[in-house]
């Protein structure tokens, strides 16, 4: 299991960019595939970027070339760079292993408007 500490969320006009940061606390963080997710309301939660234990990335076809995940195992913290972002993509964004523990962290909410 991890415990997982989202932030960097806020109030974005559409365009801005945004990065998140995922703290996880646990000692397998570094093998294991991470995962942003986010649920926006009404809506069930999405995968929308993944990151393997070696760096390789897929991306939701949504986000895709605009927002990147990366992770820093030595401080068990993976990051999501979001830019051009779109009122669509108001939501809460969770992080999680890849497929998810059935823990959640609280998630940091991300508001894309003008």
């Known amino acids: 299991q991890l415990q997982l500490a989202e932030s960097g969320g806020g109030l974005v006009q559409p365009g801005g960019s945004l990065r998140l940061s995922c703290a996880a606390a646990?000692?397998?963080?570094?093998?294991?595939?991470m995962g942003w997710y986010r649920q926006a309301p009404g809506k069930q939660r999405e995968l929308v970027a993944r990151?393997?234990?070696?760096?390789?990335?897929n991306y939701a076809d949504s986000v895709k070339d605009r927002f990147t995940i990366s992770r820093d195992n030595a401080n068990n913290t993976v990051y999501l760079q979001m830019n051009s972002l779109k009122p669509e993509d108001t939501a809460v964004y969770y992080c999680?292993?890849?497929?998810?523990?059935?823990?959640w962290g609280k998630g940091t909410l991300v508001t894309v408007s003008s």
């Open positions: 999680n292993r890849v497929p998810p523990f059935a823990y």
């Open positions: 990151i393997s234990s070696r760096g390789d990335t």
């Open positions: 646990g000692s397998i963080f570094s093998i294991i595939t």
